[in-house]
């Protein structure tokens, strides 16, 4: 498939470049220099993936994130010469599924955008495909007192709809569909996003957390989400 992805970036010579190694590998390009012209590319053109830079004129990027986020579920690189944890796990909170910051290299751009489209696209991961992930012909699994239809993306906890970042829901509905099972950070993340990096680490322990914040009564005490220290998560019935 012909994949066209959406570079908004205001620094012409970074949009040149990703230009170049992008199409080397067969993408369409289409490029945004501020924050309103991509959100407007993102309504009127059929955009596969997003590379966002955090700092445009015009919207920044965690504004043209959260406008995507209100009608498609594309896959969304945030871009950013900020590499504080705040910043990161803002961007990841308000729905992408994947930040890099700068300088970086071409290649691992390369990689991740690889990694995100087909995670999203070949592994069924759209929303359009996701029903494939059911359980003995069911799209809802439940725990205690979670549920998640994985049809609709609804969680909810004692009947109360739980509002997920997309990376969020995944990674519940991981852990939910083998309950009591060890899962490394790396093959939560492999399995969601595709290739592991190591700077994925902190990203996963951000998710993790965030999570937890949301689905647990007292995030510091879970009786869901367990840390199994050495060797990464498992949920529990609590």
């Not at 992805?5 to 990703?18: F, H, Q, R, S």
């Not at 015009?58 to 504004?63: E, I, L, P």
């Not at 900020?82 to 992408?96: H, M, P, R, S």
Request: hydrophobic share 35%.
């Amino acid at each position: 498939m012909n994949y066209t992805i959406l570079i908004a970036e205001d620094d012409p010579d970074i949009v040149e470049l990703l230009r170049l190694y992008l199409s080397s590998q067969g993408y369409n390009i289409v490029s945004a220099y501020n924050g309103i012209d991509a959100v407007k590319i993102t309504e009127n053109e059929k955009i596969d993936l997003a590379v966002i830079d955090v700092m445009m004129p015009g919207m920044n990027g965690y504004s043209v994130t959260e406008e995507i986020r209100k009608r498609s579920n594309i896959p969304i690189i945030m871009l950013s010469a900020k590499n504080q944890e705040y910043d990161k796990i803002l961007g990841l909170n308000i729905g992408a599924d994947d930040y890099i910051t700068k300088p970086f290299s071409p290649m691992e751009v390369i990689a991740r955008v690889n990694s995100n489209l087909r995670r999203f696209y070949d592994l069924g991961d759209s929303k359009a495909n996701i029903s494939n992930t059911n359980i003995n012909g069911t799209s809802k699994i439940s725990l205690g007192e979670l549920s998640v239809d994985i049809n609709s993306f609804k969680v909810e906890k004692n009947g109360k709809y739980v509002n997920l970042a997309p990376m969020e829901f995944k990674i519940l509905v991981k852990l939910m569909k083998s309950p009591g099972r060890v899962f490394t950070k790396t093959q939560i993340y492999e399995s969601i996003c595709g290739e592991f990096f190591e700077s994925d680490d902190n990203t996963m322990m951000v998710h993790i957390s965030k999570l937890r914040e949301k689905i647990e009564e007292d995030p510091k005490k879970p009786k869901y989400i367990k840390t199994v220290r050495g060797l990464g998560y498992k949920i529990e019935q609590p």
